[in-house]
T-cell receptor
């Protein structure tokens, strides 16, 4: 079993929709949770970085962490075609540097 | 966040040869890392590049296959040695400890390697 599970998609939504992207994990030692966006043939771009449980909002993006369920989410409001990319969740243990990634969810926002 | 560049951006190599990938950061950083991204798989950490000492390798990766150098706080190289088609992948460097956001990791654009 992988430490981090993420539905690969593809996920196709109309412009303006609310997008929900999710990851589950099995290692309760993970303390820091991240979401990266990766456009085709580019490196991953850090979108959101959260510590422990709770919500964090940045513009149209909201990251949610539920440590009791080992479940994290990224919500994108008013989705735009420019949001079309692969979204990677990542997490790390407290005191560690190694990031453990999900496989990524491919998102397509259509006009 | 730091600006990270990688050279080459892509290459096609013959099996049995070696390729050295460079990672340059525009500011001093505490930590530098090398990851591999294979099609349909998650990013996997190869090693942590330590300045002035030997790199720390993850399980499944060895120094003879992936020698790494980090001569200073802004530069690192990863060599993929004695390549086989299974080494075809995207190789990414990442950095941590640059300015604000000390524990945030930022990635370079990647090097797309094809081994024939």
């Amino acid at each position: 079993q992988k430490e981090v599970e993420q539905d690969p998609g593809p996920l196709s939504v109309p412009e303006g929709a609310i997008v929900s992207l999710n990851c589950t994990y099995s290692n309760s030692a993970f303390q820091y949770f991240m979401w990266y966006r990766q456009y085709s043939r580019k490196g991953p771009e850090l979108l959101m970085y959260t510590y422990s449980s709770g919500n964090k909002e940045d513009g149209r993006f909201t990251a949610q962490v539920d440590k009791s369920s080992k479940y994290i989410s990224l919500f994108i409001r008013d989705s735009q075609p420019s949001d079309s990319a692969t979204y990677l969740c990542a997490m790390r243990r407290g005191g560690g540097n190694k990031l453990t990634f999900g496989t990524g969810t491919q998102l397509k926002v259509e006009l | 966040s730091a600006v990270i560049s990688q050279k080459p951006s892509r290459d096609i190599c013959q099996r049995g040869t070696s390729l050295t990938i460079q990672c340059q950061v525009d500011s001093q950083v505490t930590m530098m890392f090398w990851y591999r991204q294979q099609p349909g798989q998650s990013l996997t950490l190869i090693a942590t590049a330590n300045q002035g000492s030997e790199a720390t390798y993850e399980s499944g990766f060895v120094i003879d296959k992936f020698p790494i150098s980090r001569p200073n706080l802004t530069f690192s190289t990863l060599t993929v040695s004695n390549m086989s088609p299974e080494d075809s992948s995207i190789y990414l460097c990442s950095v941590e400890g640059s300015g604000t956001g000390t524990y945030e990791q930022y990635f370079g654009p990647g090097t797309r390697l094809t081994v024939t």
